[in-house]
Nanobody
């Protein structure tokens, strides 16, 4: 089992920045891809950004391209999401997710991720 704990959410004005962190613990010895998802009230959970095990390949949903950056530090078992130029439509609960160890390439569907954090709230005021 892999346990994930997010931090860094909060309230920010439009145009501001936040940095989300996700700390992994437990059976982290395997190699696995990770991602950030978000879910706004009344909407489905969507992939925001994903990264493969090495960090050499990333994917972003169109609405955050050029504003968000996903990265990981495997030595520290940490996943990061730097969010700049935040917009009110970025308001959501953000979740860190990990694929099963051995699955080193990221995936888009949330069903492909086996481990989830509890989520951290991001609110962007206009």
């Amino acid at each position: 089992q892999v346990q994930l704990v997010e931090s860094g959410g909060g309230l920010v004005q439009a145009g501001g920045s936040l940095r989300l962190s996700c700390a992994a613990s437990g059976r982290t010895s395997g190699n696995y891809a990770m991602g950030w998802f978000r879910q706004a009230p009344g909407k489905e959970r969507e992939l925001v950004a994903a990264i493969n095990w090495s960090g050499g390949s990333t994917k972003y949903t169109d609405s955050v391209k050029g504003r968000f950056t996903i990265s990981r530090d495997n030595a520290k078992n940490t996943l990061l999401l730097q969010m700049n130029s935040l917009k009110p439509e970025d308001t959501a609960v953000y979740y860190c997710a990990a694929r099963r160890p051995g699955y080193i390439v990221y995936a888009v569907p949330s069903q492909e991720y086996d481990y989830w954090g509890q989520g951290t709230q991001v609110i962007v005021s206009s």
